[in-house]
């Protein structure tokens, strides 16, 4: 059971190249979230999608795009890197229940755009 | 989503109980209480939630105040592991809109061996 694994670890990219963070989760649940984390900062949600089908948008949702392939995969794509996206991204899977919500979080893909 | 307050840092000493405290004074009667914490290098974590009452589980201990404008998590015996940033974060259901997680600064811990 691996829980929330992403791909890459680690990008570099020049100002302008477009890129694709891969996120999936075992635990079949519904809802999945895309975060970003910038040096001594909290979290700030990107993305979310409740359910399988659905997308929207989160505080900073500007340079994104989302794609919910399936139940189990929620991407992240970049169509235009900027220096403003160096950032450590998380994704996250939850599913709610009447006692609450637990959010499992991914190791994280540490991106930098020179 | 109300608000939460909390200390930047604090420091403890190995195999000591540590209390993290959490004020959330403008709290909604159906907001829950959630910790989570991020260890160097990782995704945060989910430690414990509550509503009204104590609750216990094997990472810790969450206390909240009757009037629910404060809750403090306590973590009995403090490790070198335990070294991380605490965020108290409050949730309003229902869940299945959106779990948006607000992140605050939290409050980072040290452990001293």
């Known amino acids: 059971n691996a829980g929330v694994t992403q791909t890459p670890k680690f990008q570099v990219l020049k100002t302008g190249q477009s890129m694709t963070l891969q996120c999936a989760q075992d635990m079949n649940h519904n809802s999945m979230y895309w975060y970003r984390q910038d040096p001594g900062m909290g979290l700030r949600l990107i993305y979310y999608?409740?359910?399988?089908?659905?997308?929207d948008k989160g505080e900073v949702p500007n340079g994104y795009n989302v794609s919910r392939l399936n139940k189990r995969e929620f991407s992240l794509r970049l169509e235009s890197a900027a220096p403003s996206q160096t950032s450590v991204y998380f994704c996250?899977?939850?599913?709610?229940?009447?006692?609450?919500?637990?959010?499992?979080f991914g190791p994280g893909t540490r991106l930098l755009v020179l | 989503d109300a608000k939460t307050t909390q200390p930047n840092s604090m420091e403890s000493n190995e195999e000591e109980p540590v209390h993290l405290p959490c004020n959330h004074s403008?709290?909604?009667?159906?907001?829950?209480i959630h910790w989570y914490r991020q260890l160097p290098s990782q995704g945060p974590e989910y430690v414990i939630h509550?509503?009204?009452s104590n609750v216990n589980n094997r990472m810790a201990s969450l206390a909240i105040a009757e009037d629910r404008k404060s809750s403090t998590l306590i973590l009995h015996r403090a490790t070198l592991r335990d070294a991380a940033v605490y965020y108290c974060?409050?949730?309003?259901?229902?869940?299945?809109?959106?779990?948006?997680?607000?992140f605050g600064q939290g409050t980072e811990l040290s452990v001293k061996p």
């Open positions: 999608s409740a359910s399988e089908g659905t997308t």
């Open positions: 996250a899977s939850s599913e709610a229940s009447l006692r609450g919500e637990t959010q499992y």
């Open positions: 403008t709290i909604s009667g159906t907001d829950y």
């Open positions: 509550g509503l009204t």
């Open positions: 974060i409050l949730r309003d259901p229902p869940y299945n809109q959106g779990g948006k997680l607000i």
